[in-house]
């Protein structure tokens, strides 16, 4: 051997390569080839186009239905109207001319004693969505044949004899606060609007001018019994005490309930104002019910429905042609449900 490869070999040493028998290959090292993915991994916007083409009819059919039968059934409701009234709450400033008239004796009823000024929104919306202010509507303006007209014999005066039993004030009350009653208001505004919904728009402008008026009648009636009440425990305490100072003070008291009593008598309607009487809706302002949204939200719901039930009449055809066994099974799964 040379001596300059000795030294080579010294200087760097290599471990003896392993050399393949006769008629071997040599191993290859492995190497890092990166991961293929299948086909049937990714989806095929082409394949469920097919899918979709090849079940049209049964789309087309399901969405013509669909549509055909929210038509009728639009059509097949009846029209409701609303009528509505807009209300504002007096103010100090709003007490009226009567107020303005007595000079400063006006301003100290209406800001000392809350003449008009007193009933603020929350309290008139509260009160108009009370369950003791429409039980006395209906009561009152006797409801009941208009709220259940449909089981309510005209002619005998009395409810149909097809019914077991005839509805009460409770199911009057229900009625009219789930779906006629419509009550709203704006505070910055500072406006209230009450509104009722009815099929007759006559029927609808009625009953709101009730509300208005009962509204009304339930302000003036706490007015009237607190006023009442304290104009009696004034008149007790002057009877009872023989100081002349505090008489005087007791009967200034006294004197400022009964302006209160006087101008709560007095206003047409208590503690607000009607800036927008109830009218009676023409017969093209109807507000519901909302025939083309039903139509088309319809048609959408069937279409989704329709898409849906293609694809899985799709995936039970392969399940059938790929896996018969799973088929079966599934198959006899069901088997039970159908005696059901």
Sequence with gaps: MHPKEKNIDNDHPHPPIPQPLHGQTQPQPPCADPPQYSDEDEINLLDLFLVLLRHKWLIIGVVFLAGFLAVIYSLSLENIYRSEATLVPRGEEKSGPSLSALGGLGGMVAGQLGMGGGENLQKMEVVLNSRELTTKIISKYDLMPILFEDIWDAEKGGWSSEIEEPPTIQDGLKVMKEGMLKVSSDIEK????VGFEHKDPNTAQRITQYYITELSQTLREAVLVEA?????????QIDRTGDALLKEKIYGLLAREIEKETFARAQKFYGFQVLDPPIVPDLN??????????????VFV???MAVFLAFFIEFV????QDDPDRYQQIKDGLKPWKGI
Excluded: H, M, W
Excluded at 190 to 193: I, S
Excluded at 317 to 320: A, E, F, G
């Design 190 to 193: 500072n406006v209230l609007k």
């Design 228 to 236: 009442t009440e304290n104009q009696r425990f004034f008149r007790e």
């Design 317 to 320: 055809r392969r399940i059938k």
């Design 285 to 298: 302002k109807r507000v519901a019910p909302k025939r083309s949204i039903i139509c088309i939200l319809s």
């Design 302 to 304: 069937a279409f989704f």
